[in-house]
């Protein structure tokens, strides 16, 4: 019996199912037919709506083609008609890729943009204009692949002039911004696919294949494509054929697409265009898509269904569901409780706040992170709140992407707590439901001690990046394993190049293996290695770098890396170099300052004894030429010390005419013993009697440093040097000229790579002795000082050729070297001549004495002033030393003034730091003569001051 009863239960279980099914596919299938019509009409608007946009744009064209095509300037294409043209496309040309004036012939006069390979084209076999030709009527044609590489329609229309047809206008039209503008539209939400095609049946826009094919191939026919859907294929008929209406057909598997084999409901209607053409048009939508709108009531259905049926079941189960309720809620509640223990004593703070954003829970951590003391202090209050103001957007904007349940990733604030204390936390929020309510959980980590530790090592990394500093980090075999930007701009290896490699890519050659082995073996201990090293960069040239490596432990005090902070100081070290050199030649300096008084006073005889010995020897005989040349020789000695004294001091040198050739000749009598038999000098004198505003010596040594480099670039295997001397005109008028000296040898030339560097003061390329780099320099400073050019030319192999270009001077020679017949001033009167050295008191006595003056010469200052006090009147004039042992030659001006502030007073000085010729006037002294003296310059001072002095007396 109970079996029988279970029976029937099922049975009747059975029944009510099966009725209850009936019930609810009858009304589903009545509401189904409802929703695809529905949908049928939306799809109909959408394809209306394209239509008469296309419709539009269409006979918006048409009115600007008619307007273009009967402007008289477009008919004749004259300038006004081009510009039209271009003003009309650059309107127009999101719209419209090019606008075409074709004259009746079908050759292309003009286009714009203009193309000038198009210009002349003959395009009359395109079937557009050839139909054109034919029908002088308005043409649309197919969608074609434009020379420009996109598939695009040209709109032509016929241009008269009267009632003669001159060829057509036209629009090439961009099919795919037209499909995008009016058609791509209709695919909004991935829903609906639009299909156009033309009356011919060719796929002008199909997103049925793939997304790389959505445009259509121009000869692409869909008829063809569509063998295996005859359905499809009916449609496509029906577009053909222009008519409107709607379809049901299934997408062919051959058309690779998501939608294959599918099953499409669509609407269709044509397009008109111009010249009763038309394209057509249709609207597909999947029918999975067409019925989802009545998901609600299906499921609404099914559940009033399912509820019928439950309820029979329910009543059976009541009983068994109230006491399983029951039990659920007590154990829920029990899950609750150990929930909200194990949320409190979480590390971590959880916050649940609502979809407004207000807090309605927060564990210990997050009122401890708030440094809040009670729950009520916080709840009901904005997360906003606690939020500091900077980063207010940025939460606005992650709440609203959390209310559309999209996810967010975790975010970093900064929190200002209840005792205005500023943190960084780290919070991680998802949607949650709680109490059957949606709201937020949010996890909030405090990380203001990671986040400072983060930020300091950015900085150091940056720095580190940044700094001028090469920087390079080796693993403990030496591996190279992190470099800084500064390392690849000092050394020209990218990181990519240095990573992986050992530091030796750098090595110069300049350090021996023990080098290398102690400074291993001294980081490796664990000590700092500090000192200079000179390196070899990628391009090959050297660099110098300080260098101070450091090893790198980790916790356990275990030597894992190494790094080398390095400074380039190649240029500290070439200014170290230079400073030594400038200080050797300041000591040379001062060892010539040193010596000038005694060497001048030395030459003051030799001069002085020479003058005396040339006025008592004959003119015309053998001694007196001698005597000639020593005196010169005297005076050229002269100049060079003056040249040393203006080096050491930075002084001006006094210029005045100089006569090149003799140099020239001097020069090279002086070289000559010193060179190699295998150099041939071969001297071209072309303007010997060239002048130029220089002193001889400034001269004699642009050519001794020029010639003497020669010699070094041929050395001893020899060669030929070229001296050429001439003038060539100076400046477009040509009434000034140059003094031109050209030194060319047959050497070794010069690199281009150091051709712009041999000027530089102290740079040479001969070995550490045989030169010091400054003969250039010098050649270099003369000339330039001189207001000359210097210009070099060499090639490697071949020689060198050196050309200085000095102002030539029309002025006559100075008196020294032009013989005057001009007599010495004399004089009768009496005259004290005091100087340490007996041989210049003697010289100095010998001319006076020539001269017709009384002379007393003492050699002791002391012993000068104890007879002028004795003898103030005894003297007209006092020649007096300034360098003296017991007494200076100002102190000697000081007490002679002292004794006769009347008597004049002449200093004489070889060299001093003390005097010069407004110092020596400022303390009395009538005049100042620069050692050595020679005869006219004693005649004419003595006179012209024992005159002044005559002269004041006498007033």
Known sequence: MMKYLSLTRILLVLLTIACLSGLFYLPYRSVRTETIEAYNKEQFILASQAAREIEAFFNTCTSALYYLASQPSIIRLDNIGRRLMEDFHTIHATEISAVTRIDATGRIIYTVPFDKKAIGADVSSQPHNKRIMETHKP????????????????????????????????????FEELAKRYVSAIEQGNKSRAILISRTGVGLYCPLDTL?????????????????????????????????????FTVPHSIHSPNGGATMHAVYRPIHLPDNNYWSIAVATPEHLVLQTMTDFRNKWLLATTIAICVVLVLSFFLSWSLATSTEEHRRLAVEAQLHRLL?????????????????????????????????????????????????????????????????????????????????????????????????????QDITERFAAEETRKRLVTAIEQTRESILITNREGIIEYVNPAFTAITGYSREEALGKTPSILRSGKHDQAFYRSMWQTITSGEVWQGRIVNRKKDGS????????????????????????????????????????????EAIGTLAGGIAHDFNNILGAIIGFTDMALLLCDPDSPVYENLEHIRQGGQRATDLVQQILTFSRRGATAKHPVSVAPLIKESLKLLRASLPATIRINRQIKAPDAKVLASPVQIQQIIMNLCTN????????????????????????????????????????????ILNRIFDPFFTTKEPGQGTGMGLSVVHGIVHDLGGIIKVESTPGEGSIFTVLLPATGQGLEPELVETDEPLPRGNEHILIVDDERDICTTYRMMLGHLGYQVTDLCNPEEALEYLRKNPEAFDLVITDQTMPEMTGLILLHEILAINPDLPVILCTGYSEQVDEPRAREAGARGLLMKPIDLQAMARTVRRILDEAGNSTGN
């Open 542 to 585: 050297l660099f110098v770098e300080m260098a101070t490596i450091s090893p790198v432990r980790d916790k356990e005090g275990k030597i894992t890396h190494f790094v080398a902070v390095k400074r380039d100081i190649t240029h500290e070290v070439e200014l170290e170099a230079q400073l030594q050199q400038a200080q050797k030649m």
């Open 139 to 174: 043409v649309v044609s197919e969608v074609f692949m434009a020379v420009q590489g996109y598939p695009a329609v040209a709109y032509v229309y016929p241009v008269f002039d009267g009632a003669t047809y001159q060829g057509t206008i036209s629009f090439l039209i961009p």
């Open 344 to 444: 409190e004593h979480l590390p971590i703070g959880v916050v649940l706040w609502d979809q407004d954003g207000r807090m309605i829970y927060a564990n210990r951590a997050a009122l401890e992170l708030l440094e809040e003391s009670r729950e009520e202090a916080i709840l009901g209050r904005k997360m906003l709140d606690f939020i500091d103001s900077e980063f207010h957007d940025q939460f606005r904007s992650r709440h609203e992407q959390l209310l559309r349940r999209k996810p967010v990733p975790a975010t970093t604030y900064k929190i200002i707590t209840s005792k205005n204390n500023c943190r960084t936390v780290e919070v991680d929020t998802v949607p949650f439901h709680f109490n059957e309510q949606p709201c937020l959980i949010s996890l909030i």
């Open 212 to 248: 790389e094919e959505k445009i259509a191939h121009p000869a692409w026919s869909l008829k063809d494509r569509l063998t295996d859907s005859p359905s499809m294929l009916r449609m496509i008929e029906e577009m053909m054929a222009g008519r409107t209406g709607r379809a049901v």
């Open 710 to 753: 020669a010699f070094h670039s041929m050395g001893e295997k020899g060669g030929q040097l070229d001296i050429i001397l001439e003038t060539v005109p100076q400046g477009e008028d040509k009434t000034t000229n140059w003094v031109r000296l050209v030194i060319r040898d047959t050497g070794c030339g010069i690199d281009k790579e």
